[in-house]
């Protein structure tokens, strides 16, 4: 009678050789290291989709008003268009300067006025230097306000693909851990018994890999297309107080 060595048992036993029959035989802390992963992957793709949709609705909207900007003779004009445009950045721009300037010149009026003791103090139209770089600041704090609003998820991204190779690389070595305790207490030591426990606990190193480059990828991408959206608010509140220099309001 032919004896067959315990290796070769081994061997030709159940060895988990596919994805799932590794996580399926896995350990309950690399299956619970999973499970956090999955989670995290869903919500990476749920926020790279939302920044997408988003930042190309934004895109779109602001290339509309700048070309009908542009084709405007008068600021009012301009005005009277944005008060009628759906709410997006560029419009809120511009009712914000135009807001600031009108506002400042009834200041600017008030001040002259007491000045000069009565109601018939000459009115200009000029404002101080100062007035213009406060100006610019405010159309800097509303283009900062866009950016966060459009902008706000993102960092998440960032977060998601830094820290998912870690989680996998905890519930990497927590499997391996549990893997040498079982074969410590069974008495086998041999490569056979060792290799598919640690195979099992190394798809937790996989998974985190899974997880962290597309959000990574993502990070990057929509923050360079929040950066370029950032530039065209720079742009256009350039514009915008150009538009205010040549037709007198400032």
């Known amino acids: 009678m032919i004896s067959i060595p315990p290796v070769a048992l081994q061997v030709a036993g159940a060895v988990p050789n596919t994805f799932p029959d590794m996580v399926r035989n896995a350990t309950v802390f690399t299956q619970g290291v999973l499970v956090v992963l999955a989670v995290l992957s869903l919500v990476s793709w749920a926020i790279m989709f939302a920044a997408w949709r988003q930042l ?5 909207a602001a290339g509309r008003f700048s070309s009908e900007f542009d084709a405007t003779y008068r600021l009012d004009d301009a005005g009277s268009m944005a008060k009628r445009a ?21 200041a600017n009026q008030q001040a002259r006025e007491q000045r000069h003791g009565d109601a ?6 000029t404002l101080t230097g100062s007035q ?8 800097d704090a509303e ?5 966060g609003r459009l902008g706000n998820m993102i960092p998440w991204l960032a977060m998601i693909g830094s820290v998912s190779p870690l989680i996998g690389l905890f519930g990497t070595v927590l ?3 549990e893997s040498f305790i079982g074969i410590a207490t069974r008495g086998s030591g041999n490569l056979s018994a060792v290799a598919p426990g640690v195979g099992e606990a190394l798809i937790a190193t996989a998974a985190g890999l899974a997880v962290a480059i597309p959000a ?8 360079n297309r929040l950066n370029r959206f950032d530039e065209l608010m720079e742009n256009f509140g350039t514009t915008v107080i ?6 007198g309001y400032i």
Not at 132 to 139: P, S
Not at 143 to 147: I, L, P
């Open 216 to 223: 990574t990828f993502g990070y990057n991408i929509f923050a």
């Open 86 to 106: 759906a709410p997006s950045a560029l419009p809120r721009l511009l009712l914000r300067a135009m807001h600031f300037v009108s506002d400042t010149h009834v």
């Open 56 to 60: 190309s609705k934004a895109m779109k």
């Open 175 to 177: 499997g391996i851990i």
């Open 143 to 147: 283009a900062s306000t866009e950016r």
């Open 120 to 125: 018939g103090a000459p009115s200009g139209a």
């Open 242 to 247: 150009a538009r205010l220099v040549r037709e």
């Open 132 to 139: 213009i770089e406060t100006l610019h600041l405010v159309l």
